[in-house]
């Protein structure tokens, strides 16, 4: 019995072995996945962060050109205003085009923040 039991030992113990091995595998395989999920994670938010910077600094230039329309028909007496009648209507269309740029921005800025909670979501997961 002594001899039967020292085979199974045994095999228990080759068994431990390898299964030991293959968590230790397994565990290098996902603290690789991690690794590459947490460089990937921190090169998109710095992405994010630039493109962020670039849509305020666009939503900056809207908001410039609000206040220089704001100024123009404020301060200036009616003549002036009608002899820049023209130029009016330019800078409406103008702002039509930024208004529309600005609300693209602000899109594209909600889905990257959408996408970061996404990968700071999938990263807590793993």
């Known amino acids: 019995a002594s001899w039967t039991q020292f085979r199974l030992t ?36 710095k992405r994010a962060h630039l493109i962020r910077s670039q849509l305020e600094d666009q939503l900056a230039e809207c908001d410039k050109w609000r206040h220089k329309m704001h100024e123009t028909l404020v301060n200036h007496e009616r003549a002036t205003l009608m002899a ?15 208004v529309k740029k600005r609300d693209d921005a602000e899109n594209r800025k909600a889905k990257l923040l959408s996408y970061m909670d996404n990968m700071h979501t999938s990263i807590r997961e793993l």
């Not at 113990?13 to 947490?38: H, P």
């Not at 820049?84 to 930024?98: N, P, V």
């Open 10 to 45: 045994a095999a228990g113990l080759r068994k431990l072995d390898s299964s030991r091995t293959e968590f230790e595998e397994c565990q290098a395989e996902t603290e690789k996945e991690f690794a590459a999920l947490q460089r990937k994670y921190e090169s998109d938010q």
């Open 84 to 98: 820049h009648k023209e130029r009016s209507a330019q800078l409406g269309g103008e702002l039509e085009e930024i």
